[in-house]
Structure formats: C-alpha cells, structure tokens
C-alpha cells in the first residue's frame, strides 16, 4: 500500500528533521532536553511514532476488511493530518490540537471500521 509506505517516509523525513535540529541547537547525544526548538522537533518524532503503532495495522485492517480503496483515502487524510500537528507543534506547542484531533478521528474511524469489518467477516463465515 503506497499509504503505508508514505508514513514510512514522513516518519523518516521528521526524523531527520530532528536530527537537524539536534545539530543547529547543539544537542549532543544522548540528551533530549536542552533547547525548546529542539524539544519541539523531537515530540514531534517521537509522537509521530506513537501514532504510527496505531496507524499502520488499523490501515492494513480496515484495507483488508473493509476497502483498500478508503483506507488509501483515509490514510492520505493521515498523512496531512501528521504534517499539521508537526507544523503546529514546531511553531508553538499548543499549535499541534487541530494536527492531534484529526489524527485521533482518522484512527477512530480506521480501528472502528477495521473491528467492524473483522466481525463482519466472522459472522459471513459461520
């Protein structure tokens, strides 16, 4: 799934926007604490990959059992969602809301619909 493979790659892409970061305000490993421009790029990354133990089973569920077609839709919607929490949070902390709300909805809707279509899928084979 080219959706799945894209989050792979905004997960690579804030990694080494945090690695910048490390550089630019001279934050030596393995410190993660030192300047808030830094602090920022990496919740940033780290949170991205929290999300991301979510995000990427639900999608291959929801594909599976549901619609690859709308998981693709919904998982690109994801994608965006993850660049406005990275862009506001980077600009100020309490910036990152509508990028953590979507996000949270997008999730919703991919376990939802993924739960619902595995039990779909066991009842239609009983």
Same mark, same amino acid.
């Given at each position: 799934?080219? /959706?799945?493979?894209?989050?792979? @790659?905004?997960? %690579? $892409?804030?990694?080494?926007?945090?690695?910048?970061?490390?550089v630019?305000?001279?934050?030596?490993?393995p410190?993660?604490?030192?300047?808030?421009? !830094?602090?920022?790029? %990496?919740?940033v990354?780290?949170?991205?990959?929290?999300?991301? @133990? /979510? !995000?990427?089973?639900? /999608? #291959?569920? !929801?594909?599976?059992?549901?619609?690859?077609? #709308?998981?693709? @839709? /919904?998982?690109?919607? %994801?994608?965006?969602?993850?660049?406005?929490?990275?862009?506001?949070?980077?600009?100020?902390?309490?910036?990152?809301?509508v990028?953590?709300?979507?996000? !949270?909805?997008?999730e919703?809707?991919?376990?939802?619909?993924?739960?619902?279509?595995?039990?779909?899928?066991? $009842?239609?084979?009983?």
């Amino acid at each position: 799934m080219l /959706v799945v493979l894209l989050a792979l @790659i905004e997960y %690579f $892409a804030l990694g080494a926007l945090t690695g910048r970061a490390r550089v630019k305000y001279r934050i030596a490993a393995p410190a993660v604490t030192g300047h808030p421009m !830094f602090e920022r790029y %990496f919740r940033v990354h780290q949170n991205s990959l929290e999300q991301l @133990i /979510v !995000f990427l089973p639900a /999608v #291959w569920l !929801f594909g599976l059992y549901v619609s690859a077609p #709308w998981a693709a @839709i /919904v998982g690109a919607a %994801f994608l965006v969602a993850r660049i406005l929490y990275a862009i506001g949070y980077v600009a100020a902390p309490e910036r990152r809301e509508v990028g953590a709300v979507l996000t !949270f909805l997008i999730e919703a809707i991919l376990v939802i619909g993924a739960l619902g279509g595995v039990i779909r899928s066991i $009842a239609l084979a009983r």
